[in-house]
């Protein structure tokens, strides 16, 4: 059975860290560095609307010269790629390939659930490889430890 996205959300810490789109991009970039987060859902009224990224400040801030002091949120967001709680790594996998993206906001609904980053579904496919890795290991052994 494939571990979906809820699996993944339910082991985080089940806080969200959002901005809104009015939000200077310095104080955004400030956050997700206090966080020790790659990205913030930019969200308006409980609605998401968009996300901000470390790739979308190094691209549309650093590379055109532009001041993270003086640019809104808005000006610099990219659209989110959206999945739901029972997408499977699998999918979310493919997902972030086509789309060239590394973090998946997750909604139920229009309720933003958390965010899963790249590293997040690496780390699953991980744990699920060292897990059949033990069976197998436990299978030709015959159970025995080595």
């Not at 000006?75 to 999945?83: D, G, K, L, Q």
């Not at 972030?96 to 659930?113: A, F, N, P, Q, Y």
């Amino acid at each position: 059975m494939a571990e979906i996205v809820a699996v993944i959300l339910n082991t985080k810490s089940g806080r969200i860290w959002t901005t809104t789109p009015d939000t200077i991009v310095y104080d955004a970039i400030e956050l997700m560095a206090e966080k020790a987060i790659g990205a913030l859902p930019v969200v308006v009224e409980g609605r998401l609307v968009g996300i901000i990224s470390e790739r979308d400040y190094a691209r549309k801030i650093i590379l055109h010269g532009r001041s993270s002091k003086e640019t809104q949120v808005r000006e610099i967001m990219s659209a989110p790629v959206t999945v739901t709680p029972q997408f499977t790594v699998d999918e979310c996998m493919r997902l972030v390939s086509h789309r060239r993206t590394r973090h998946l906001s997750v909604l139920d609904g229009e309720k933003l659930m958390g965010v899963v980053s790249i590293g997040d579904l690496v780390n699953s496919i991980i744990a699920a490889q060292a897990h059949t890795i033990d069976q197998l290991h436990s299978y030709i052994t015959g159970g025995y430890p080595a």
